[in-house]
């Protein structure tokens, strides 16, 4: 028997709740992974600024 003599499978509905609760979660990774990208952006610009104070980024015997 062949599969296309088969009705397609169909995936339930979501209800109002489910997408409200999709959405809160989209939201909430978007949030972590911007906040992420930003403190990460931020430590990095510390940790220049740290081995510049202690010439870290100088080339040796300059």
Same mark, same amino acid.
């Given at each position: 028997m062949s599969d296309s003599s088969m009705p397609p499978e169909r995936t339930p509905e979501r209800t109002p709740e489910q997408q409200a609760q999709r959405q809160r979660l989209q939201r909430i990774y978007l949030t972590l992974i911007l906040s992420s990208l930003a403190? %990460? %952006?931020v430590l990095a610009f510390i940790l220049v600024l740290v081995l510049r104070h202690f010439g870290l980024t100088q080339?040796? %015997?300059s």
């Open positions: 403190v %990460g %952006g080339s040796p %015997g």
